[in-house]
């Protein structure tokens, strides 16, 4: 009969099959080692991945946001502008109207210059509220004025109403030439009038 290889009685030595099997099991280990190195290097890749498009989609984001900044920016210009322009049409109305009809005005105008003058030191500066004032103050003069001469027949006295009314009238043409500087200083409109002196 031949001899079995596997015969341990043919055999010189004597395996040891404890360290065969500590053998195994550390090929096992390195094996699974290496396959989860390899899993946890596509994990590391993907992850990576994902980390470049949040980045991006980060960098979309912020871009968005200054677009929103910037267009709320805008609206609020332009709402600024708007409220603005409010201002100046309700002073300039009554002005015109004053100017035309010897300083009488309808209630509806004249509270439109009451709103133009409460809101202007908030939209504007001081100036605006202090050029309503002066308006005001000067059409009611050429009201009073003008009452005044329907009443009169003493011709001394009607040529010195005469004065004061023609004053009153110059008064708010320098008004309305302050009132289109302001208004060419803050809306911004490039529209360039002539200086005209205070006649006070």
Known sequence: MGMSFWNPNSLHYVIDWSAWATLVVGISAVIGAVLI??????????????SDRQAR?????????SRQADTEHTRLRAELYDRRVIVYAGIERYLI?????DG?????????LFNSISVSSFLLDDDVASLGRKILRVSSSLR?????LEKLTD????????????LNNDELTF??????????????????????????
Request: overall charge negative; glycine content about 4%.
């Open 144 to 148: 009073s004025n003008m009452r005044k």
């Open 57 to 65: 989609i980060m960098e979309r984001q912020t871009e968005i946001a």
């Open 155 to 166: 011709e001394a006295l009607r040529d010195e109403i005469y004065e004061r009314i023609d």
């Open 104 to 112: 009488k005005v309808s209630n509806e105008v004249r509270q439109s």
């Open 97 to 101: 109207d004053a100017s035309m009809d």
């Open 175 to 200: 008004c309305h030439t302050e009132l289109r500087n302001h208004m060419t200083r803050y809306l911004k409109l490039g529209i360039s009038s002539d200086t005209v002196s205070d006649p006070e």
């Open 37 to 50: 190195g390899k899993k946890q290097a596509a994990i590391a890749l993907m992850q990576a991945g994902i």
